[in-house]
């Protein structure tokens, strides 16, 4: 399942070009001054008010909520979001870089009350557009209860918890939840954006941090970064390719190697996976294989000797089954701590994937049919790919892997179902 991978984030441009607008408009010289950008438009500040409201709430704030955005990260911010949402009679989510939301944008929430920064708190479920905050403030409780979940959302929750200690003199110390899902400064070169995400994990006694997978929890340790507490959930696989499974180890499969491709997400690393893929056509017999690439859409590629990787785009999740049903080898690469999906995906459905090492971090120690490159490169993943396609004439059948991990990722069904109840007895809700 393509869910985990942030799609609108972290760096949407069409986004931080609008909000760049907005508050050039609103505030000249916020952005751009003397024709230079000197400032960093999602970073801009959101300022509180007091709210005439009392009770505890529980606050999601997430850059984007419209369908085309919600994809890996903050689908899952979403579900945890609802596991945590269970425990509050009042549940709220701040958009921070949408400028306005409405119930076409995202039909699931058509029961939720849409507000505008402008307007009065409200009990209930209720959504409110943050991306003109230049002009407005956000209202708060003294109890409002934050949920984080890219570093300039953080930044803001921690500044709203600043403002309620003014707000409300003497009120009781607040922490918030900060949903980690990947090594946010490494989607940017050295850089502003990459000064303030490396920041966001610093000066942690406020914070509980809640990291998707192990991997990335290690990571993080390793670094040294430490947090009020911190809590773990791991990833499992989307429900709805489970019916996909029956038959999987009984069906010989496609000489084809499923590629994950994300042109426009660096850390995926489509240039490499061009450059091995031509350098496997230009060095061995691959009469009958096929190369197809899901992901995103992009134009077919050509590999050489009448080769060509195929641009399926982004699938459904019945499409998606279907070529994990039938590949007999994947490459997914991710230059990251967090070991994202699709490799996993793919070799939960017996598929023999290629991807690599990064740190710590080597799926190879999860199951036999992946294989993790130490480095990256054309040569690496030449040789990795050749290997495995040398393989499918000995085993041409999909073997789902039976390690513990496995086991869980194909079986567990709520990952959040043991942390949500301890965060709620740390943090003392409701």
């Not at 399926?312 to 994202?340: C, E």
Request: proline share 5%.
């Amino acid at each position: 399942m393509l869910r985990k991978i942030v799609r609108f984030a972290l760096g949407n441009r069409r986004v931080h070009a609008a909000l760049k607008r907005v508050y050039q408009a609103s505030v000249p010289g916020t952005v751009i001054e003397s024709g230079l950008q000197v400032a960093v438009p999602e970073a801009l500040p959101l300022f509180a008010r007091r709210s005439s409201l009392s009770g505890q709430r529980l606050n999601l704030v997430v850059p984007g909520l419209s369908t085309r955005h919600v994809f890996g990260g903050i689908s899952t911010a979403l579900h945890f979001f609802q596991e945590m949402a269970a425990h509050f009679e009042d549940v709220r989510i701040v958009v921070t870089d949408e400028l306005a939301f409405a119930v076409a944008d995202n039909p699931d929430f058509a029961d939720w009350t849409i507000l505008s920064l402008a307007d009065d708190d409200r009990p209930g479920k209720t959504i409110v557009s943050a991306g003109d905050r230049s002009k407005y403030t956000l209202a708060i409780r003294e109890d409002d209860v934050f949920i984080a979940t890219a570093w300039w959302t953080a930044a803001n929750v921690k500044k709203l918890l600043a403002q309620r200690a003014k707000l409300w003199p003497g009120c009781k110390e607040g922490k918030f939840i900060y949903l980690i899902q990947d090594y946010e400064p490494g989607f940017y070169p050295w850089s502003s954006r990459y000064a303030l995400a490396e920041a966001s994990y610093h000066d942690g006694s406020d914070c509980v941090a809640v990291f998707n997978t192990s991997f990335l929890k290690n990571y993080f340790d390793a670094k040294g970064y430490t947090f009020y507490k911190s809590f773990v959930f791991e990833p499992i696989l989307n429900k709805k390719l489970q019916p996909f499974l029956t038959g999987c180890p009984l069906k010989a499969r496609e000489r084809q190697i499923l590629v994950y491709g994300r042109p426009s997400v660096n850390r995926n690393c489509f240039e490499l996976i061009v450059t091995g893929l031509r350098q496997v056509v230009s060095s061995a017999d691959c009469g009958g294989w096929s190369f197809v690439s899901a992901g995103e859409s992009h134009p077919d590629i050509d590999l050489g000797k009448g080769f060509s990787l195929k641009s399926l785009g982004k699938l459904s999740i019945d499409q998606y089954g279907r070529q994990l049903q039938q590949s007999f080898a994947g490459l997914s690469l991710m230059v990251s701590p967090h070991p994202s999906y699709p490799p996993l995906e793919m070799s939960a459905f017996g598929i023999k994937v290629l991807t690599n090492r990064y740190d710590e971090k080597c799926l190879s120690s999860l199951a036999s049919n992946i294989t993790s490159v130490d480095y990256l490169s054309g040569e690496s993943i030449s040789e990795g790919l050749i290997g495995i396609m040398n393989s499918y004439k000995a085993d041409s059948y999909g073997h789902l892997p039976q390690t513990e991990f496995f086991k869980q990722f194909r079986e567990v069904e709520n990952p959040f179902v043991q942390i949500v109840p301890a965060i709620v007895i740390e943090l003392k809700l409701a």
